[in-house]
């Protein structure tokens, strides 16, 4: 990956450059209010950059010894398909090796991408999202019946 420069900690990141890659990534509108929050809550953050323009991002919240969590990668489409997006969860996993568990939840049809990675399905995850409907209808979690 000779061609990207990659940065850790959200220091002097453009929040509205991260907010547009999660637009077009396409991972949903996260404003640039709610991601100064959350990755400046995340142990773990990485930033990638071609030529000074953000293509990918990441970012795990972590307890530094039970559990941590990947979120929030993304991948400019001009950029997708060249192992960038495997290239970051293994940052994140190199990052938060040592934890006893590091988990996430794949959007239905890319969990072969992260079996590759390591990851193994759980049997018994759980959530509670602010917008159940929402999560049942796009996949993410199973109603009860």
């Known amino acids: 990956m000779a061609d990207y420069a990659w940065r850790y900690g959200h220091e002097g990141v453009d929040l509205e450059e991260l907010s ?4 077009i990534a396409p991972l949903g509108h996260k404003p640039p ?3 100064a929050t ?9 930033f990638v950059y071609a030529a000074d323009v953000l293509v990918g991002a990441g970012r795990a919240l972590a307890d530094g010894g ?3 969590y990947i979120a929030d990668v993304a991948v400019h489409p001009d950029h997708q398909g060249r192992g960038l997006g495997a290239d970051i969860i293994r940052k994140l996993l190199e990052s938060a090796r040592g934890h006893k ?3 996430l939840y794949a959007n239905p049809g890319t969990e ?6 390591g990851f193994l399905h759980m049997n018994t995850a759980m959530g509670v ?4 409907e929402r999560a049942v209808e796009n996949g993410l979690l199973r109603p009860e019946t």
Do not use: Q
């Open 20 to 23: 547009r890659l999660y637009r």
């Open 33 to 35: 209010e709610a991601l």
């Open 38 to 46: 959350v990755f400046g809550n995340s142990r773990y953050t990485c």
């Open 66 to 68: 039970d559990c941590a």
């Open 101 to 103: 568990k590091i988990i």
């Open 112 to 117: 072969s991408f992260y079996r590759r990675l």
């Open 129 to 132: 999202w602010a917008d159940p």
